[in-house]
């Protein structure tokens, strides 16, 4: 039986907030200076990337309403398969600028299905 939608938006949101928890008020030199941290970021987009991805199995035109969900599925690529390629600037610039954006569309989903 396929999990509910709700399951994975709720999946994405847990990682996203635990995201922030870990970056808390790190800038970004504490940020590369903290070799757990960083694991627990990138942990956290992992979950966030195969969330979004059987999400998009499940429910395509869900998935779609997301930005950049394509772009997301990639990164957690990255993260498992490419992970000596990964550049911090990278993941840096993804929590500050991307992150918030994602957070406001899972919000906006949750919201309209009631959850």
């Known amino acids: 039986m396929p999990r509910d939608p709700r399951a994975y938006l709720f999946d994405i949101a847990e990682a996203a907030g635990l995201i ?58 990255l993260l498992i398969h490419g992970y000596a390629e990964v550049d911090e600037s990278v993941v840096w610039s993804i929590v500050t600028e991307k992150l918030p954006l994602l957070i406001a569309d899972i919000q906006t989903l949750q919201a309209r299905l009631g959850d």
Do not use: K, M, T, W
């Not at 970004?28 to 970021?41: F, I, K, M, R, T």
């Not at 990337?49 to 950049?68: H, V, W, Y």
């Open 20 to 77: 922030r928890q870990f970056v808390g008020s790190r800038d970004y030199e504490a940020y590369v200076a903290d070799a757990l941290v960083q694991s627990g970021v990138e942990r956290q987009f992992e979950i966030i990337g195969e969330a979004l991805s059987q999400l998009r199995r499940l429910d395509p035109d869900l998935a779609a309403a997301i930005r950049e969900y394509q772009r997301i599925i990639g990164f957690r690529n």
